[in-house]
């Protein structure tokens, strides 16, 4: 079995990195994570993210970049920030309504992910898309708006599969990561609980513990190694009930490890 490292998406913590972003990243180390996918850097300038990176002994694998980050005007001022602390894989996490409203928004939002596939290469970067639940819905033509931005955007463009949010969005827990052949080296994992009879309301869509819901995770990592050509697993923990979230992402590390061991 490929020894692929493991990474936390800050997010998961984002208020506890606000509020103090360099000892987050020690405890994320001795969480027994490799490395962190950004949100943003909190305030810091990248020479003093680069530090605490450093001192903590994780690696910045890549980072989530707001779309209007990364327009004609701001792209390489971006790529240049994030570079300066070692990160080189900028993902666009979201997109806002405009980008998605129907086939040809779709369309023209993939026609701008080759350019800018393209402008972040030129610069030593890579980029791609990360999915959301409503990217995984089926448009009135009958595709999802995932599958036009894969058909029409370049094999060195990332599309980044999130667990919990294809299931949430209706999508099959492990086909989208199998269907695009060495396109997901980062595949985001996160715990999905559907909600139903019987069900405690309080889990929903991604407030799960990793390990402790309904994701087929051997049928996900078989996938992801066989097919997606992943290099990085990313943990995210979308706000657990009763765990702090600094707790949440250490279970999720403690339970992630444990399965990947035992597959070993």
Request: hydrophobic residues 40%.
């Amino acid at each position: 079995m490929p020894n692929i490292p493991i990474a936390l998406q800050l997010y998961s913590v984002r208020d506890d990195a606000k509020a103090d972003l360099a000892a987050v990243l020690q405890r994320v180390k001795k969480m027994g994570y490799d490395g962190v996918e950004f949100a943003g850097l909190y305030g810091h300038e990248p020479a003093a993210v680069k530090k605490m990176c450093a001192d903590s002994g994780l690696k910045p694998f890549s980072a989530h970049v707001p779309i209007d980050q990364l327009q004609h005007e701001t792209w390489k001022q971006t790529a240049e920030s994030y570079r300066a602390i070692g990160c080189d894989h900028l993902i666009v996490p979201f997109l806002p309504e405009k980008y998605r409203t129907d086939m040809d928004a779709w369309l023209n939002t993939a026609e701008f992910f080759c350019t800018l596939d393209q402008r972040l290469q030129s610069v030593g970067c890579r980029t791609g898309f990360h999915a959301h639940w409503m990217d995984l819905m089926l448009l009135p033509s009958g595709v999802a708006g995932w599958e036009l931005i894969a058909g029409n955007t370049p094999a060195t463009f990332i599309m980044q599969y999130d667990t919990a949010n294809g299931m949430h969005g209706g999508a099959d827990p492990v086909k989208p990561i199998r269907d695009h052949y060495h396109r997901g080296q980062l595949l985001h994992l996160k715990e999905y609980i559907k909600v139903a009879d019987g069900v405690d309301p309080k889990f929903g869509h991604g407030q799960a513990v990793i390990g402790e819901g309904g994701v087929p995770w051997n049928d996900v990592f078989d996938a992801a190694e066989q097919f997606a050509d992943t290099r990085l697993y990313i943990v995210e923990q979308e706000g657990h009930p009763t765990l702090s979230p600094m707790d949440a992402a250490a279970r999720c590390a403690s339970n992630l490890i444990d399965m990947l061991k035992a597959r070993s």
